[in-house]
């Protein structure tokens, strides 16, 4: 493994899909020869066989705190070693051929820019694409307002800006993306592209999947917080909209799947 990498992915997962982790190791191998990467999986100690199996994928491996998801990114994040750039890999999530070079490019070509994103595939279990979300810059203007259209697979953050807004808030546990999209935003441009960069695993295991009655609540809260004052009484307006379009679209796509 290269003594300075560019790019840190932290890929935390509990170690319950290794079939899945392994396909998001080797999409990340699959990028090595067009950028340098180092990857750090986040995982329980008592998951010997699967750190085994992931420890094949040149990687460095990183007790999960056991506190929730975004303390298991934070002690990822905690292990940088002078990376420029960083990005959450689920372990059912994969990139698609030269989607980490696509987005460093969008970084080290604007200066101001603080995250860079592009399009993502939602597959199910099978690899089968449900949808493509290919929101552009919309997803950087609905952001905070509407729903939140920039998935973390496909988004790539500077990481000195990162750092300078807090990491992610321990206290959340199911959009702790959207509050550090939000806190970003404060700091500097979203570039963006519609080529498909990476494939979202969408299946009813997913966090955000599994409960989005408790992610609308929490993103709400969120997106609350980050409003000014004076719009604040103004946000029922459109945020309840906004949650049961966002409902009604994760029930169809699960009817679809099924």
């Not at 949808?131 to 790539?156: C, E, Y």
Request: proline fraction near 5%; include cysteine; aromatic fraction near 6%.
């Amino acid at each position: 493994m290269a003594d300075q990498a560019d790019i840190l992915v932290v890929l935390p997962t509990l170690g319950d899909r290794p079939e899945k982790l392994v396909r998001a190791l080797k999409s990340v191998d699959a990028q090595r020869p067009d950028v340098s990467v180092r990857v750090v999986v986040v995982i329980p100690e008592d998951k010997k066989d699967v750190i085994a199996q992931a420890k094949a994928h040149q990687v460095d491996i990183v007790a999960d705190p056991g506190t929730g998801m975004s303390a298991a990114i934070n002690a990822g994040l905690a292990t940088r070693r002078g990376e420029q750039f960083y990005i959450w890999l689920g372990d059912d999530d994969y990139y698609q051929p030269g989607g980490l070079a696509t987005l460093r490019d969008m970084l080290l070509a604007d200066d101001h820019a603080v995250v860079a994103y592009g399009a993502c595939d939602y597959v199910d279990d099978g690899g089968d694409v449900l949808w493509t979300s290919k929101a552009g810059r919309l997803a950087s203007v609905l952001i905070g307002k509407g729903p939140n259209l920039v998935p973390h697979p496909a988004a790539m953050m500077r990481l000195d800006a990162l750092e300078q807004v807090g990491g992610y808030d321990e206290t959340l546990s199911l959009v702790m993306d959207l509050d550090v999209l939000l806190k970003l935003k404060k700091r500097g441009r979203f570039a963006h592209t519609t080529q498909v960069v990476s494939a979202f695993g969408w299946h009813p295991d997913s966090l955000t999947v599994n409960d989005r009655k408790k992610s609308g609540r929490e993103a709400r809260m969120v997106k609350r917080r980050h409003l000014p004052a004076p719009l604040r009484i103004l946000e029922p307006l459109w945020e309840y909209p906004v949650g049961w379009a966002s409902l009604l679209a994760a029930h169809t796509l699960n009817r679809k799947r099924n």
